[in-house]
């Protein structure tokens, strides 16, 4: 049966957009006419990777990238209220639920989040605190994935993870985005700002995929 079902959401993706470049989901059923309340943490935006190779390429990209760290904070935070609210209204369009945006978010806040004690306790609180029966946790992170010549340019993506959670801080359901690559120099604000605003335009294929 999960095999079918995992299937069937791969057909989906190669048949509805074009628009993601990468898509993986791990499903976990769960009955939707059990739930009433759900509570979306915060949008996070982990730390930026960034590429190691071409080395000395790199480097100067790089270079660049913490030389605006400042101005970037700003934007990933600003671009975390956006998202929250956005996911916040699709959630609610698509499940006809109560959705209600945490006022706090989980102590971690590396890319790849462990289902260990630790978030287990963390989504264990979070549901008590907002009386809800699935918890939504949503990921982010800017990944730079190519420089170009001198470190000139270099090709940039927003990856992007959804987790679902029940009350006893189990696993209801994964989906995964990472967008097109976006080339820009590395101060560029305005484009980096443009790929943390993805959420915006992809994030209704993580909606689709889990409710």
């Known amino acids: 049966m999960k095999k079918a079902i995992l299937f069937s959401v791969i057909l989906f993706f190669m048949s509805s957009c074009s628009t993601l470049k990468v898509a993986i989901v791990d499903p976990h059923p769960y009955d ?21 190779l071409p080395l000395i390429d790199a480097a100067v990209y790089n270079s660049g990238i913490r030389s605006t760290a400042e101005e970037q904070a700003e934007i990933m935070k600003n671009a975390s209220v956006e ?9 609610k369009s698509k499940t006809g639920k109560n959705v209600i945006i945490a006022k706090r978010t989980l102590s971690e806040t590396r890319y790849d989040i462990k289902d260990d004690s630790e978030t287990i306790n963390s989504v264990k609180s979070i549901a008590t605190e907002y009386k809800a029966d699935l918890v939504v946790i949503v990921v982010s992170r800017v990944r730079t994935v190519g420089v170009g010549l001198f470190g000139i340019r270099g ?21 995964v985005f990472t967008s ?29 995929l889990l409710f």
């Open 32 to 52: 939707m006419a059990q739930v009433q309340n759900i509570v979306l943490v915060p949008v996070v935006f982990s730390e930026r990777q960034l590429a190691t």
């Open 180 to 208: 097109e690559t976006i080339s820009c120099g590395s101060k560029d604000l305005d484009s980096f700002k443009e790929i943390c605003d993805l959420h915006l335009a992809l994030g209704d294929e993580l909606v689709a």
């Open 155 to 175: 090709g940039n993506v927003l990856d992007a993870t959804m987790q679902l959670y029940d009350i006893n801080g189990e696993s209801s359901g994964k989906a």
């Open 83 to 91: 998202a929250s609210q956005f996911y916040q209204e699709a959630i």
